[in-house]
């Protein structure tokens, strides 16, 4: 594989994974194609502008003619293009159904009539849903619960329906949350991070005991390079961190690192129809040969130095229409006095 086209690049993951492959694949190409909406962003990419192995176009991955153009030649696409966000999709789904499911048709659409040898859809554990016990296996059915959920699952039946019905080379990845450095700070770790920075509250939802398998970012794009490289056509991985945490413990860590006070931590309303948990039974990909190489606190340091070091990064994204969006999800947001076992 010489030629490859990232879509949503310009995002957290995507641009971590363009990273990664100009770093461990010496004579690969990565073409980043991203509409840049609010969460996509050239500053995450300004140290691969001067490879010349790199080149990103600006277009919409609902657009056949811009999906036509930067597909022209390539090997493989991998698609992170997505609307992102639960709370988003809770306050407006229809944006979700365009970019998450037509987007990932008319991708498909290209894939089959330039005769693209590999499709790699990045999908989510939170397609099967909140799991009460056991871990998620490739097979169990899908339970999405909220419309960010309900539209990564139904792009999964786009893409196995078009390797049914007409052969396209396609897979899947279901990652579990994920975090590291570039990380739009609308999500829980990055956002609780900038806010310890700042001593501002960090809003934890409900009881805060609820319960995400986090893989460090790095991780997650080896597994989805090795996916890549090694899956077969039609079918599904797990890639999990294997680190299982409440979120109230998470945000514990997170006060730690910055070295703030437990005071900064609210119990707010909680999200609504919240999943409790999600976990991921990886043993499909680690029989073929991948493991996550990092250990979650360690990571999680890391990643609290990178916000330290690089406010520049975040402080613009904060000041700009995101403190719009804050003040919308959290301005009026009910703080819960009195949460049992805290
Ligand atoms: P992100 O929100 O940081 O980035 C999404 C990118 O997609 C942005 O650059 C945005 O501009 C681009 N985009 C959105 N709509 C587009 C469109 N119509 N055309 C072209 N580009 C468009 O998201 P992320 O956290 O990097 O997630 C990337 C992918 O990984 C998503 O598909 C997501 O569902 C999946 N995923 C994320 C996580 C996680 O914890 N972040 C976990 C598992 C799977
Ligand atoms: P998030 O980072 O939004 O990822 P996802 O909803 O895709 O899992 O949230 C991670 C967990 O943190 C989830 O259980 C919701 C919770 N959370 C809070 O408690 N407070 C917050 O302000 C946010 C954004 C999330």
Excluded at 281 to 306: I, N, Y
Aim: glycine share 10%; aromatic share 10%.
């Amino acid at each position: 594989m010489h030629r490859i086209l990232v879509t949503g690049g310009a995002g957290f993951i995507g641009s971590n994974f363009a990273r990664y492959q100009l770093k461990h694949h010496a004579d690969r190409e990565v073409v980043v194609l991203d509409k840049l909406t609010y969460a996509g962003n050239l500053d995450n990419l300004r140290d691969l502008e001067s490879d010349r192995r790199f080149a990103f176009q600006q277009g919409d991955i609902c657009d056949p003619a811009a999906v036509r153009a930067a597909a022209a030649g390539a090997d493989a696409i991998v698609n992170f293009a997505a609307e992102t966000h639960v709370d988003r999709s809770l306050l407006d789904p229809s944006a979700f159904v365009m970019t998450d499911v037509h987007g990932v048709n008319v991708l498909l659409e290209a894939v089959r009539e330039l005769g693209v040898a590999r499709f790699v859809q990045i999908s989510t554990d939170e397609v099967y849903g909140q799991v009460a016990a056991g871990s998620s296996k490739e097979t169990d059915r899908y339970a999405p619960r909220n419309p960010y959920s309900a539209t990564k699952a139904a792009a999964e039946l786009m893409v196995h329906a078009h390797h049914e019905s007409y052969g396209v080379p396609a897979l899947i990845t279901r990652g579990s949350n994920t975090f590291g450095p570039f990380h739009y700070p609308e999500k829980m770790i990055p956002l609780f991070i900038t806010n310890a920075l700042d001593d501002e509250p960090l809003p934890v939802y409900g009881d805060g005991k609820q319960v995400r398998d986090w893989l460090f970012v790095e991780d997650h794009c080896a597994g989805i390079d090795f996916v890549l490289e090694h899956g077969l056509d039609g079918e599904v991985y797990n890639v999990g961190g294997g680190n299982e945490r409440e979120n109230l413990g998470v945000t514990r860590l997170i006060l730690g690192l910055v070295g703030k006070p437990e005071s900064l931590l609210r119990h707010v309303e909680d999200r609504a129809g919240h999943d409790r948990r999600y976990s991921l039974d990886c043993g499909k990909l680690h029989r073929l040969g991948w493991q996550p190489a990092r250990r979650f606190e360690d990571a999680l340091a890391e990643t609290v130095q990178w916000y330290r070091a690089n406010e520049w990064w975040w402080r613009k994204i904060k000041s700009g229409a995101f403190a719009e969006y804050y003040q919308r999800q959290y301005g009026d947001r009910k703080v819960l006095e009195d949460t049992a076992g805290d």
